[in-house]
């Protein structure tokens, strides 16, 4: 167990729809970063907060926006869903923002879309 | 561009049978190399962290080495609970702060 923690576990909704993804980080954490896997593409870097503000983005689409509230949870909001947008995606914490110290990535247990 | 990539893309090993995974990169900026082993349907765990080239980690089976332009994750006597995928992700310095990225990862297959 990783200590961060991801619901749902699953979610199947239909295209056009919203939803809302959950992450809560390890304790002591302040870095939260967003992940999405399918079969096709790997694990691909979405967005990265820090202590509530926003500190890098990958290839994230515009549809697709993030947010750390002030107790470093976080939540990933996906609209206007496409077929294409089946996928795991994944929530990680680390400690640091930057290397020097421990800043390795601790993985949820993802969240497992499926868009009808 | 910056990119990580993984070899070979799956492995078939007896057990008892060490080989060596790959990880090639080319990035600006470099700040860590991380490897993470995941099992299907589960998120990656956290194996090694390498900073600079030279270094070397080890834990149980597994030791990973660092060069400028690639990392390798030896595996020795593997048993069939090293089965997974181990995954390379390297981190550089971006706009603002700094990006990760992952290889596809190399599928290992260790049978009794």
């Known amino acids: 167990d990783s200590g961060v923690t991801q619901t749902p576990k699953h979610l199947i909704t239909a295209t056009g729809q919203r939803v809302t993804l959950r992450c809560s980080p390890r304790s002591g954490d302040l870095s939260v970063y967003w992940y999405q896997q399918s079969l096709d593409q790997g694990l691909q870097f979405l967005i990265q907060y820090y202590n509530g503000e926003e500190r890098a983005k990958g290839n994230i689409l515009e549809r697709f926006s993030a947010q750390q509230f002030p107790d470093l949870h976080s939540e990933l909001n996906l609209s206007s869903l496409e077929l294409g947008d089946s996928a795991l995606y994944f929530c990680a914490s680390s400690v640091a923002l930057l290397a020097g110290g421990d800043n390795e990535q601790f993985f949820g247990p993802g969240t497992r879309l499926t868009v009808l | 561009e910056d990119q990580v990539t993984q070899s070979p893309e799956a492995l078939r090993l007896q057990e008892g049978e060490s080989s060596s995974l790959n990880c090639s990169y080319t990035?600006?900026?470099?700040?860590?190399l991380f490897w993470y082993r995941q099992d299907p349907g589960k998120g990656p765990e956290f194996l090694f962290t390498l900073y600079s080239a030279g270094e070397e980690k080890e834990k149980e089976r597994l030791k990973a080495t660092l060069t400028k332009k690639e990392s390798f994750l030896h595996i020795t006597a593997p048993k069939p609970e090293d089965s997974a995928t181990y995954l390379c992700a390297v981190q550089a310095k971006n706009t603002g702060g700094f990006k990760t990225i992952f290889g596809a990862g190399t599928r290992l297959f260790v049978k009794a």
């Open positions: 990035v600006s900026g470099l700040r860590g």
